[in-house]
């Protein structure tokens, strides 16, 4: 129903996606407790010119299956309260205006598998961390910053910023692509291919753990705060 609560079974009212596809539909939705996706498809279908937004109190867990925002021209946006954790399965902002935000007051944010992807399409894509949220990217995730020729497609992260292992992180030669790193910054193993877009960072900066040099081929990495930073 249109900005309505979306009414889950059991004690904890968790929303749980392990085949099929489950199709949110336009409107403000909220679940009592938090959202697992194993199998199937969470897909936001098509939300015309109607703003929506799904709401996790909970944590949210993809360990498979996909996460789409469907189509329309309207403002699609998960918003996850609490702890997030892609460990396998995709997450792929396929719509123009589409929004993953984790907002969770001390909960962590850790990419150990699967993909996250900024998709195509022409309108801003973006996802982004307060600064409560610590980001942790490792394992064999993959980080794509997808494919369009117009609007800005930004992973933007308020906290902490850790990139380790052997993850698959890429930026391609697009100045759409921004990478904006409030809080401090690590970086080592895996695969860095970044020939493009734009990284800001207003914390600190450490790239120590690479056996060679962090070397971007092309594109700005750009230190924003000044002072008392390194």
Not at 83 to 109: E, K, V
Request: proline fraction near 2%.
């Amino acid at each position: 129903s249109p900005n309505g609560t979306i009414t889950t079974a059991g004690a904890a009212g968790n929303l749980e996606v392990g085949g099929g596809t489950f199709t949110v539909g336009p409107y403000a939705h909220t679940i009592a407790g938090g959202l697992t996706v194993s199998s199937g498809a969470l897909d936001f279908g098509d939300v015309g010119v109607t703003a929506t937004t799904l709401t996790i109190p909970g944590a949210t867990t993809v360990t498979g299956g996909t996460v789409t925002f469907g189509s329309g021209t309207a403002t699609r946006t998960l918003q996850c309260n609490g702890t997030f954790t892609l460990s396998g399965g995709t997450i792929n902002l396929t719509a123009s205006d589409a929004a993953l935000a984790l907002t969770g007051a001390g909960a962590t944010a850790a990419i150990s598998g699967g993909t996250l992807s900024l998709g195509a399409g022409t309108v801003n894509r973006t996802v982004t961390m307060s600064s409560a949220t610590a980001l942790t990217i490792s394992g064999t995730s993959i980080i794509d910053f997808g494919t369009g020729a117009t609007g800005t497609r930004k992973i933007q992260c308020d906290g902490s910023f850790t990139r380790s292992g052997g993850t698959s992180f890429t930026m391609d030669a697009d100045t759409l692509e921004v990478l904006d790193l409030n809080g401090n910054a690590t970086w080592s193993g895996g695969t860095v291919a970044i020939s493009g877009g734009l990284i800001t960072c207003a914390g600190n900066w450490d790239d120590s753990g690479f056996a060679t040099a962090f070397q971007p081929t092309a594109g700005v990495v750009r230190f924003d705060r000044g002072a008392g930073t390194s």
